[in-house]
C-alpha cells in the first residue's frame, strides 16, 4: 500500500554534489517520519539524517555541515542534498518513512526503500 522510489544516486568525485530523491505513493493520508539511512560494504545499516512533519531535522555528525534533508509534504517527498561528498560517504542510501497514517485510518509504523547506490570516488 505504500511505494518507494529513490533516485539521484551514482558515481561522484571527492568534493562533488548529489541529490537523492524518494517519492513515496499509495493510499497515503499523512507521513510524520521521513529520513535517509546508508550502508557501506562491511558495515551496519546507519542513520543519515531525519525529518519530521514539522520540520524537524536531525544529523549524523558525520554528515553535519555538508547535507541536508527537505521534503515537500504535498509531494510525500524527501529529499537529500549532499554536498561536499568524501569517499567515506560510499554507501546504498535507503529512504525510511514512518508513522505512515494510510486512508482509512490504519499505520504503518516503518516502511524502506529498495536503496540508491553512491560512490564517491575519483
Known amino acids: 500500500q505504500v511505494q518507494l522510489v529513490e533516485s539521484g544516486g551514482g558515481l561522484v568525485q571527492p568534493g562533488g554534489s548529489l541529490r537523492l530523491s524518494c517519492a513515496a505513493s499509495g493510499s497515503i493520508f499523512s507521513i510524520y517520519q521521513m529520513g535517509w539511512y546508508r550502508q557501506a560494504p562491511g558495515k551496519q545499516r546507519e542513520l543519515v539524517a531525519t525529518i519530521i512533519s514539522g520540520g524537524s531535522t536531525n544529523y549524523a555528525d558525520s554528515v553535519k555541515g555538508r547535507f541536508t534533508i527537505s521534503r515537500d509534504n504535498a509531494k510525500n517527498t524527501v529529499y537529500l542534498q549532499m554536498n561536499s561528498l568524501k569517499p567515506e560517504d560510499t554507501a546504498v542510501y535507503y529512504c525510511?518513512?514512518?508513522?505512515?497514517?494510510?486512508?482509512?485510518?490504519?499505520?504503518?509504523?516503518?516502511?524502506w526503500g529498495k536503496g540508491t547506490l553512491v560512490t564517491v570516488s575519483s
Open positions: 525510511n518513512v514512518g508513522n505512515v497514517v494510510l486512508n482509512g485510518g490504519r499505520t504503518i509504523v516503518d516502511y
